[in-house]
């Protein structure tokens, strides 16, 4: 079973524009992540007493070097719409397919953790699990498409290293065969 094809992105843009459009959105978030993480590393990781809580600065490290990753991955996304190249939408494919498994993993998590606790934040907490639920499902559709294109590049390359191949095609005659 593979990735589902899609023909164009969101029924109006074509497969180029949806990517470039995916590339720039998830750059942009991405940036503002690391942004937030990198003051989360600075500040947050202050006990009550100045004193450094580990696992938080090991937490916001970590979520740090994923928005940066998802970064790097982001930018070669718009360069290989940019510049037709397929092997460039791999590690967002990849880098986007892990990050939108561990949202499906957080908001199941979060789904049955809420289901079995009655808090006074029960509002607060769904709405974060449906945001990351919402996440997961936007990022399936996004990975459709940068999919797509990148089979619908290889497609035209293939084609058209074929066309200049030097060869023609002649079909098979059926008729001068018995079948």
Not at 19 to 27: A, C, N, P, R
Not at 90 to 95: G, K
Request: with cysteine; net charge neutral.
């Amino acid at each position: 079973m593979g990735v589902p094809m899609v023909n164009s992105c969101c029924f109006c843009a074509t497969l180029h524009t949806g990517t470039l459009i995916i590339g720039y959105l998830y750059s942009v978030w991405a940036l503002l992540e690391l942004a937030v993480y990198c003051l989360l590393v600075t500040l947050a990781p202050l006990g009550k007493n100045g004193t450094v809580s580990t696992h938080k600065l090991a937490l916001f490290i970590v979520a740090a070097v994923v928005s940066g990753t998802h970064l790097i991955s982001s930018v070669l996304l718009v360069v290989a719409a940019y510049k037709k190249m397929p092997s460039l939408t791999l590690p967002w494919t990849i880098v986007t397919g892990i990050i939108t498994c561990l949202f499906f993993l957080m908001s199941f998590t979060g789904l049955s953790l809420i289901l079995q606790d009655e808090g006074e934040m029960l509002e607060v907490e769904i709405a974060i699990v449906s945001m990351y639920f919402a996440r997961a499902c936007i990022s399936v559709y996004c990975i459709a498409v940068v999919h797509s294109r990148h089979k619908q590049i290889m497609y035209d390359e293939d084609e058209r290293r074929f066309q200049h191949s030097g060869r023609l095609y002649a079909g098979v005659k059926t008729d001068d065969h018995a079948i």
